[in-house]
């Protein structure tokens, strides 16, 4: 195995509040401590026990954050948090059969990402790693034994690959991220902020959120990787909702983020963000509910984002490749054309900012140490790559630096920073004329522009359908006689994946970033999706549930004069 | 803040007068008013109308740190507020409650928070305002499902639905508490390290937590209530692992209601140091064997017995109405129907006295009716038991003791300070004595002392759920297990054993108490209604005091414990080896 030691330039501390603390000897004490302990632990079991493990990996996650938020004026919550979790990787077999191998959807959970001291005092951390670590290597040994039994009786897996990747191992270290909350401004910008909500009379409850956190993480292996890396995520959330007369739920949301809150925007555009929120959701309650609709749409480039985040990305998830429950969308289709020609997809953690905007999806080791790298997974329209933790994959014998994880849970492949770049790009207006003519052409009254999508969520099971529902807020018909454009409210998406992407036209020449947490198997993980609006010449809705509530009997307090 | 007695007459007469304007401002108060009086309008066609209607909103300022072998493993401190709210609809005789399906969900308004600050009342309001709104849409789903359930079930009693109460003002102004958490935080990673001079331990921890809060109780029915309440305690756990693989456990516990003088920090050096030796002590033991006869409780393990063979089964369950084909999970407690009954030996006295200034006192409970002393058990029968506003067999009034959520939208009775008293008293070499004549004419080779009970709890869910499972079921809730058990030899020689648990005991067993000692033991805990008031679980908590004499309880049953061991770990601890290269 390999090992380089990689020096470079820190460039979380040009993006970060780097604490003053001279770069010393006794700054690496939770990393020297780490290996320490583990090699102690992997030299002893590796004599001692039986199976012996091949291979051992501590994680510590330091985690300090910071939320304020405030509702029409007034706080409603203030919390700092300092937590550090140890996740424990102990592998028993060997590369090609171990206790990760995945048997029909089971859920793997070993680690359980335990409380460790916020201190920097060895002889606590010793303590956990030393307990963590007896206690996941039996449960390891037992699992390897199950799948040994599971293996004699059941049909040999379609994909004949390994279990665990070899991969150069990394040394790197650098002061760790200290982010800045300032209170004082952020509880009196909330307070301000939210109490411009007061003037959207129907809103039911709104709020505006700070939250400003800083992720350390530590990272050691039997194979002698030695990792010390990290950054800030702040991000001011914007939401509102109320209900329609009919009992629907109407909401919308928006929000900033950045490495570092210094980098968050003034009040002034905060406080333009908050009157779109609220005119939206008040907007919402006038308009009229959607009626079931196949025809064609633009997306923007946030709401395409989202929707190639949930019905691409989450298939090129590498274990979902080998997994015998999963729908496997894409596994043969390598080399296979899946999108047009004009598009194509790359996950790229190493990209910082786009547009002026940080990334959400930037990190530079994934949870199993190997560095970030782009990986381009469709060129042209051509499928060619998986995101790939150190779980290979028939034809993909290593990672790609995508392995990640919330602490606590197992790493499985993941998203990162997700970017659509297109060659057939047009401006937003022609891309709106290619709308209406697409409209025409089929002999709609109107097509559908998507402005924004809070999120969605998608199927990969075997035993699901393979479909996906991404949950639009803001959907305008686009008349073709030339009608202002009207609001509509309740439209879901629905559609599965292969059909949608083949109906691409064309895309607009101005990228839009939609940054978020993305959840599955191993967790709530960072992530951005890129792209630019998209052309779809058919797209399906349906109407939304809507519940049969009726509204609040009372008037508000807030609006009836307070008597 | 702590008032006499006396003071509670005055709260009483108060009471009948219109309400007193509150000394200090309060906006939250103000606001609570104002949307009880408003809802209390609410109609929705031709259906129920809401009767009752409290609101409950509490400020928490509650500081917190814990700490390992000196180091800090989390500090928090927050500023937040409780709120909650009870909607009856209907009438006394009949309502939503009391029914499997008494908590149907209204409309969610996506409610975040209760707001922290008092800028603008009407924010507060709002808030108040779309809950009742909700609670109310539930309230009125509930009474129908319950309505159309009786359609198609019998109940055997008709008991009504909620008991009425006097109105009730008590009201105390709010004087923050200077809490020194910076202080507190480094005294918990000092304790803590102590633990490094005993590395044959295999967890420890230090905790300390302090809460300020002001509670705010107001019903349309005119009971109004605002009081401050304090709690503060420190919690030391530590276990080691015996050589078969046996984990043993100890825990100590300190609290306090005056956060402002928590406990001296030599106090809990020296109380950490005791139960690590203790814990190691234990660990290094024999297991003990199966055991019939009388067992000694002596010290703390006195009133932690009566606290869980007595304190919590002084109430009567009444259970819901279940949908067709529901069993809801209430059991009947284990003195229900024993009123006048002899239930403990004629010696004993039982009273619950909330005026008491100890950790269990209180002047109001959660339903706003005023706490006075009880006298519960008088010469061994049994004269009362702790109620709520739910109507029970046999009562149909409030004493003032509900104070815990229990289920289906009830709450729970726990006493306030309980105290036992005994008419004969021996001495504590007495007590011995007599367990050693017993043991004798029974030609018994040794009898048992218990000095602690596993009670509250520090176990792991997965341990607490064996010892429930062990116990097969059954009406009555198994002991906490004992966590120092001596056998006493005829020639007083005395023996630590570990692994045992006690099979069969429950409140008849308060009968065969042979007799008392001239102590009296003080025992503080915080009861979460949890089985073995399992640290950390529950759904709020009481301050429970138990005073009690050391107690020689004949027929006992103590059985070995059979379940499969953890083994030992591979690797030695990094404790006992030399300290390589990390350094501080």
Known sequence: MLSSNIVRTLYVAALLTVSAVAFGAEDRVILTTMNDELQRNFQALKQKADPAPYFLAYEITDEVTNNVSASLGVLNATRSDHNRYLDVTVRVGDPKLDNFRRVRGERIEFTSGASVVIDDTPAALKKRMWLETDRIYRAAAERLIKIKTNQQVKAADRDQSNDFSSEESYAHWEQPAVVTFDATRWTSSVRDLSKDFLQYKDLL????????????????????????????????????????????????????????????????????????????????????????????????????????????????????????????????????????????????PTIKRIGGVD??????????????????????GVLRNFLMSRSPIDGFDHS????????????????????????????????????????????????????????????????????????????????????PDELIRGADIVGTPLASFAKILATSDKQEVFNGYCGAESGSVPVSAVSPAILISEIEIEKKDAGQDLLPLLPSPLHEGGQ | MKVAPAALGIALAASLLPTLPAAQPDAVLDAMHAELKRSMTLTLNQLDKPYFLSYMVDDEHSWSASATLGGLLSSNS?????????????????????????????????????????????????????????????????????????????????????????????????????????????RTRRVSAVFNDYPMLRNSLVEFSAIDSLHRFVT???????????????????????????????????????????????????SARAISQQVLKVAAAPTGDNYTGP????????????????????????????????????????LEGRRGVRIMPEIFDVVDDPAKPWFGHEEVDEEGVPELPLALVEKGVLKDFLRTR???????????????????????????NLIVTAREKSSIADLKKKLIDLIQQRGLPYGMIVRKLDFPSSATVEEARKILSAAGGGSSKPLSIPLYAYRLYPDGREELVRGERFKGVNARSLKDILAAGDDSVTFNYLDNGAPFALLGYGS????????????????????????????????????SEPTTTAKK
Do not use: C
């Open chain 2, 78 to 186: 927050s500023t937040f507020r409780v709120p909650r709210l009870r909607m009856r609809v209907g009438d006394y005789k009949f309502d939503n409650s009391n029914w499997t399906g008494a908590n149907a969900a209204g409309p969610r308004y996506d409610l975040r928070s209760f707001p922290i600050e008092d800028g603008n009342p009407l924010v507060l309001r709002q808030y108040l305002w779309l809950a009742t709104d909700s609670a109310f849409k539930g309230s009125l789903q509930s009474i129908a499902r319950k309505r159309a359930a009786l359609r198609s079930v019998t109940v055997n009693e008709a008991l009504p639905d909620f008991a009425p109460a006097k109105p009730f003002v008590l009201m105390h102004d709010f004087i923050p508490v200077k809490f020194e958490s910076s202080a507190w935080t480094d």
């Open chain 2, 390 to 416: 739910q109507p029970v067999r046999g009562y149909d009034e409030s004493n003032g003791r509900a104070r815990i959520n229990g289920s289906y939208g009830a709450d729970t009775p726990l006493p306030t």
């Open chain 2, 540 to 575: 709020g908590s009481a301050e429970v005091t138990v005073v009690a004499p050391s107690v020689l309880v004949d027929d006992l049953e103590l059985a070995k414990v059979d379940d499969e061991m953890p083994k030992l770990p591979l690797v030695p601890s990094p404790a």
């Open chain 2, 220 to 270: 349309n029915e005119g009971t109004e209530v605002r009081v401050q309440e304090e709690t503060g305690g420190v919690e030391i756990q530590v276990s080691a692992q015996a050589p078969d693989g046996m984990i043993v456990r100890d825990l100590e516990t300190f609290y306090t209601r005056d956060i402002a003088k928590m406990f001296p920090e030599e106090d809990l050096v020296k």
């Open chain 1, 205 to 348: 409850s709104s709020d505006v959120q700070v939250s400003v956190q800083s992720d350390n993480r530590y990272l050691v292996n039997s194979e002698g990787t030695k990792i010390q890396h990290g950054r800030g995520f702040a991000r001011v959330m914007i939401t509102a909702s109320a209900k329609a007369k009919d009992g629907m739920d109407v909401q919308d949301f928006d929000s900033f983020e950045a490495a570092d809150p210094k980098d968050l925007p003034s009040n002034d555009v905060i406080r333009a963000s908050v009157k779109k929120v609220g005119a939206h959701v008040e907007a919402l309650l006038a308009a009229r509910t959607a009626e079931p609709f196949v025809g064609p749409a633009i997306f923007s480039g946030k709401a395409s984002g989202v929707f190639f985040h949930e019905i691409f990305g989450h298939r090129i998830e590498g274990h979902r490749q080998k997994d015998e429950s999963e729908g496997q969308t894409f596994t043969k289709s390598v080399g296979e054309k899946i999108l047009p020609d004009f598009l194509s997809v790359t996950f790229d």
């Open chain 1, 359 to 380: 990334l959400n999806g930037t990190y530079e080791y994934d949870d199993e140490g190997v560095i970030a790298r782009p990986v381009k997974a469709v060129e042209n």
């Open chain 2, 295 to 334: 067992i000694l409780f002596e010290g703390i393990a006195a009133p932690q017995l009566l606290a869980e063979l007595l304190g919590r089964n002084l109430y009567i369950s009444r259970k819901p109405i279940a949908a067709p084909g529901g069993n809801p999970q209430a059991t009947a407690t284990e």
């Open chain 1, 400 to 483: 790609n630096g995508h392995g990640r994880r919330q602490p606590g849970l197992e790493v499985v492949s993941r998203q990162s920073n997700l970017l659509v770049t297109s060659t057939h790009s047009v401006s937003n207006e022609k891309l709106r004329q290619m709308l209406i003519d697409e409209t025409k052409r089929q002999n709609k009254p109107y097509g559908l522009y998507f402005e924004d999508i809070t999120g969605g969520y998608t199927t990969t099971q075997r035993s699901g359908p393979q479909a996906f529902k991404v949950i639009p807020v803001i959907v305008y018909r686009v008349y073709a006689d030339g009608r």
